[in-house]
C-alpha cells in the first residue's frame, strides 16, 4: 500500500515559521503531482499549495508570500516552509499525492497523509 507520512507540525508563535514534511513510500509507480491542504474545525478542506511534476507551483491567495512548497523526486518527500505564521494559519494540515497504481491494471488516485495539526498563538 501506499503511505504519506507527516511531520513538522506544532505550536509557534505569531510571526513564526515552521516546515512541514510529507514522505511517500509503497507501491506507487509515479507521482503526477503533490499538495498541501488545510482544515479548520467546522470549515472544508482547503487547498493551500500544489506542486505539479514539472515543478509549477500554485498557492492559495492568504498563503502568497509566505508560504513555499518545495519536493524531492529522488526522496518522494515534499515540503511547507510556513513563514510569517498567524493565528489564521492555525488548521490541520494534509499533504496529498496524485500517483498512478501499477498492476493488472493501472490507475490514477488521490493519496493522503495522515494530517498534522499547526497551531499558532497570537
Known amino acids: 500500500q501506499v503511505q504519506l507520512v507527516q511531520s513538522g507540525g506544532g505550536l509557534v508563535q505569531a510571526g513564526g515559521s515552521l516546515r512541514l514534511s510529507c514522505s511517500v513510500s509503497?507501491?506507487?509507480?509515479?507521482?503526477?503531482?503533490m499538495a498541501w491542504y488545510r482544515q479548520v474545525h467546522g470549515k472544508e478542506r482547503e487547498l493551500v499549495a500544489t506542486?505539479?511534476?514539472?515543478?509549477?507551483?500554485n498557492y492559495a491567495d492568504f498563503v502568497k508570500g509566505r508560504f513555499a512548497i518545495a519536493k524531492d523526486d529522488d526522496k518522494n518527500t515534499v515540503d511547507l516552509q510556513m513563514n510569517s505564521l498567524n493565528p489564521e494559519d492555525t488548521a490541520v494540515y494534509f499533504c496529498?499525492?496524485?500517483?498512478?497504481?501499477?498492476?493488472?491494471?493501472?490507475?490514477?488516485?488521490?493519496?493522503w497523509g495522515q494530517g498534522t495539526q499547526v497551531t499558532v498563538s497570537s
Open positions: 496529498k499525492v496524485v500517483g498512478v497504481i501499477q498492476g493488472m491494471i493501472s490507475y490514477t488516485r488521490d493519496f
Open positions: 509503497g507501491n506507487i509507480f509515479s507521482i503526477e503531482s
Open positions: 506542486i505539479s511534476d514539472t515543478h509549477s507551483t
